[in-house]
């Protein structure tokens, strides 16, 4: 089987492809595991230090429809897209939010449609679909009210990834993530990119700027985690999400004063002062929308899994990620 | 100032411009009532049975950048935004009512962003944008979950109201307008459309097929009263809207047993037996995944009104509509 990753050379995308390799199979079209053939990791950036003969590397512009239709063909039984603009940038550019988180969606999903064959797609959402007035753990029928253009888009996408599969177009799963922490790589424009920061650039002694304040919820999950529920979603049977094609993810929920507390826990009081607490209220406004803490019922019935605890995410981190 | 409206031609569109004219002024750019110069009525067929100097009647597709361009201009200081492929066309042409409930709506609110001078812009949703295990009454925090493609195309209009609104492109509201009944004129291809065709075919002497069953309940409207809710939904001052610019309008809640129960105390049994009752199990699942009744606390709050009882609406389409 073939399989198509967006964002493919990011650092999500490319340890799902690797991941899938070690995996060798993956659920086809006939609902049974067959052999992975082909990954085609798509990106506007070349993906990089792959050196299976099952991989392909493509750059290119996923709202193109000439680059997907090239990337996405009739051997094409699954797609995980997880491109995207993230939410800072999303918000500052709004255009480019549009394009890339909504058009390109629509662009993909029209090719999915196109080949007819139903392939399964797995779309990365967010938890900043949601917002205004929250319970402190919100269950899975709370009202979608994004708050940053961002949320909006993947909410929009949500929306096609459910009409399309109820229309029979495709198979697609849309999965809301947590933030991903500790994400390594240099800091993004994502309003949550502090969460990672916070926690990689002190390990590798450099100071880190935390935007909120420490009573801030987070609902997180480790890189780890994230494929293997990425994963997952793909691999569960799409009658089984019933009327909602979209799910929020189990996750970890900490504050960020226990996120530094795991940290000062596995790596020592030192590495915890390279921490400057510094607010800024765009990040703020755009972080405090986002609920802390899912019921998360429907993703648990369907075996999707959290993470145990902060420090195990950290100690992780140092062992796949910080150099020793 | 000058006002577009489109679908302007439409039955709604027609009245909603008549009643604008008579009353001569709207709240404008400076927050103050305005004289209404012109109203442009946009629609694929010409508006017809104005004879008032403010009127301009202008035909052309509203998912055609070029047509809004020359319609929607520096002088447009409000837009009624009501035309839309109805429910049961957008099921049954998937690709028309994505061009025109959705890519139209955002060539619109794109144009009304690019004036700079941030119009109102009054959108309508529907019920439909509902769907999936639902309570009685649904109250305003309720998920949307939209099983049809007209319901997924509204939240997704919505949505772009929404975030167009928050980020001060445009003052947006949308308003979920109940199921229209009796709505005159000839049948057409919404779900709901037999709502209106039950009541008006037999006061006309025809015969009607109701494809429901009696028990189902119907979230309604008046003519009459949509239009005053559509000018209030205009004349409310955005910030009031809070963080959703999305809102449910207060409606009459009946089922069809009580609304030929109405008709029946209105017009006569013989009237009522001109109603042949066809279940359509297409019609069904649609129409039976809105809800039936809403709490619509913030509508009720924000001084939007409901009908008082359906013989009433009969009524009150008799004398507007059907020949003495």
Redesign the interface.
Known sequence: MHIVITGGAGFLGSRLARQLLQRGTLTGRDGQPQAIKRITLLDVAPAQGFDDPRIEAVTGDIADAAVIERVITAETQSIFHLAAIVSGHAEAD?DLGMKINFDATRVILERARALGSKPRVVFTSSVAVF???LPAVVPD???????S?YG?QK??GE??V??YS??GFIDGRALRMPTISVRPGAPNKAASSFASGIIREPLNGQPSVCPVTPDTRMWLMSPRQAIANLIHGHEINGADLG??RFLSIDGLCVTVKEMVEALEQVAGKEVVQLIEWKEDEAIKRIVNSWPGAFEAKRAKALGFTADANFADIIRAHIEDEVKK
């Open positions: 709004f917002g205004g007035e029928n709370t009202l979608l009210m994004p708050q253009s909006a909410v929009m929306l096609l459910q009409d109820r229309k009327l909602a």
